[in-house]
């Protein structure tokens, strides 16, 4: 099973780009359906983008167009490249991978969790 570590939150202000990965530890990350979750104080872990293990990729409508998830299967790495930010995107965002996972597959069916990154964009 593999282990997940995010990075590169951080406080950006409305409009700012912002990217954040997900390295997994591991030699079956290719396997996996990997997706970002976000979760706001107070409030359910939503999801966000998942790219499964054919690079297809599907985003929850908020962030169509602003938000672009990808993988690097040689770096075992996820990426969300975030664009256009809004202060409703402020949430701590979560990795996590499901191994032979679809792009259709709930949120509680995900059993490989990172740690979370906060990601702040102020008005």
């Known amino acids: 099973q593999v282990q997940l570590v995010e990075s590169g939150g951080g406080l950006v202000q409305a409009g700012d780009p912002l990217s954040l990965s997900c390295a997994a530890s591991?030699?079956?990350?290719?396997?996996?359906?990997m997706a970002w979750f976000r979760q706001a104080p107070a409030k359910e872990r939503d999801f966000v983008a998942v790219?499964?293990?054919?690079?297809?990729?599907y985003y929850v409508d908020s962030v169509k167009g602003r938000f672009t998830i990808s993988r690097n299967n040689a770096k075992n790495t996820v990426y969300l490249q975030m664009s256009s930010l809004k202060p409703e995107d402020t949430s701590v965002y979560y990795c996590?991978?499901?191994?032979?996972?679809?792009?259709?597959?709930?949120?509680?069916?995900?059993?490989?969790w990172g740690q979370g990154t906060q990601v702040t964009v102020s008005s």
């Open positions: 591991g030699r079956t990350f290719s396997t996996y359906t």
């Open positions: 790219i499964d293990t054919d690079s297809n990729t």
């Open positions: 996590a991978a499901l191994q032979f996972g679809s792009m259709f597959s709930a949120r509680d069916e995900y059993d490989v």
